[in-house]
């Protein structure tokens, strides 16, 4: 079955603790992206790679970290530092990595902290 | 930065009307997409469209890059239409692969 996998859909954590979003996919495409969307708004770019073992920051890169050891794979670490974690958070890719890349979502992950 | 703004912010119609979206984007951009946000969340590819017109289907989309805005055209509207429309664009000085987002159109059809 062909397209970006995210995991878990949902997530509640307790402040202070690091949480893990998965983003999984089989597109072979070569840049991966993590968007954060919160009630009414539209969507913030938090990270970004094109190619394995490099990534650039986005616009909100303060509190998360990344890393991209395989081309498949680029998880999201929301760390205790991000002030205001709960949010929607989606995945994308491209296949041309930069400037005129159509980019594909994954479902999201929906993170709560209590 | 680049700014985008999209209108109108909500919109409701009776199942069978058409309706137009319109995205103004304030510099020159190499890409623009439009995507339809679903109730679930999962934003849904519908055009990606820099320049010129494309259709597909009830949908069609249309973007006149020297004059910087886009349009998207909803003809016969069913209720799964319904949900968040959003226009996207890259700017040529952005950051590759930066998205940047309208706040979007919520439209909701009624039977």
């Known amino acids: 079955d062909g397209g970006i996998t995210q995991s878990p859909k949902y997530l509640f954590r307790k402040e202070g603790q690091n949480v893990t979003l998965s983003c999984e996919q089989n597109?072979?495409?070569?840049?991966m992206y993590w968007y954060r969307q919160d009630p009414g708004q539209g969507l913030r770019l938090i990270y970004y790679?094109?190619?394995?073992?490099?990534?650039q920051k986005g616009d909100i890169a303060e509190g998360y970290s990344v890393s991209r050891e395989k081309k498949e794979s680029f998880p999201l670490t929301v760390t205790s530092a991000q002030k205001n974690p709960t949010a929607f958070y989606l995945c994308?890719?491209?296949?041309?990595?930069?400037?005129?890349?159509?980019?594909?979502f994954g479902e999201g992950s929906r993170l709560t902290v209590l | 930065g680049i700014q985008v703004e999209q209108s109108p912010p909500d919109l409701i119609l009776q199942e069978g009307a058409n309706s137009t979206l319109r995205c103004n984007f304030s510099?020159?951009?190499?890409?623009l997409q439009w995507f339809h946000q679903n109730p679930w969340g999962q934003l849904i590819n519908l055009f990606y469209?820099?320049?010129g017109t494309k259709q597909n289907g009830r949908l069609s989309a249309t973007t006149v890059a020297t004059e910087r805005y886009s349009l998207l055209y909803i003809s016969s509207s069913q209720t799964t239409d319904s949900g968040v429309y959003f226009c996207?664009?890259?700017?040529?000085?952005?950051?590759?692969?930066?998205?940047?987002f309208g706040k979007g159109t919520k439209l909701s059809v009624k039977p």
């Open positions: 994308a890719t491209s296949h041309i990595g930069g400037a005129g890349g159509e980019l594909f």
């Open positions: 597109l072979n495409h070569d840049a």
């Open positions: 790679s094109q190619i394995v073992n490099d990534f």
């Open positions: 510099d020159s951009v190499n890409n």
């Open positions: 469209i820099p320049s």
């Open positions: 996207a664009v890259e700017d040529y000085g952005g950051s590759q692969g930066n998205l940047i």
